[in-house]
Nanobody, 120 residues
Framework: QLQLEESGGGLVQPGGSLRLSCSAS????????IGWFRQAPGKEREVVSC????????MYADSVHGTFTVSKDNALNTVSLQMSGLTPEDTGVYYC?????????????WGQGTQVTVSS
């Protein structure tokens, strides 16, 4: 069974950068669409970005297009999310998930989440 673990969250000032990692074990990520989701306090979980493990195709939410970059390291079986130009609106718990589509209801496996706080 696939297991996912996020890392790299923390506190960053507005305009700063963070790199999140999603480390997978139990199966290659090649078989899945891997998504990054976030949930801000009092809000619903939303998709941020996805990458197709098979062909590397990517998708970004409009709010992060041009500032976030998702990538996959086949050797490490890891997916990363490089975030730059962070704003307080990017604050939330970030989750990685693997499934058959770029949506929460298409995810089979979830990580435990990592907190990102953007504040001065």
């Amino acid at each position: 069974q696939l297991q996912l673990e996020e890392s790299g969250g923390g506190l960053v000032q507005p305009g700063g950068s963070l790199r999140l990692s999603c480390s997978a074990s139990g199966a290659p990520l090649d078989y899945y669409v891997i998504g990054w989701f976030r949930q801000a306090p009092g809000k619903e979980r939303e998709v941020v970005s996805c990458i197709n493990g098979a062909d590397g195709g990517t998708m970004y939410a409009d709010s992060v297009h041009g500032t976030f970059t998702v990538s996959k390291d086949n050797a490490l079986n890891t997916v990363s999310l490089q975030m730059s130009g962070l704003t307080p609106e990017d604050t939330g718990v970030y989750y990685c998930a693997a499934g058959n589509g770029c949506a929460a209801n298409g995810a089979y496996y979830w990580g435990q989440g990592t907190q990102v706080t953007v504040s001065s």
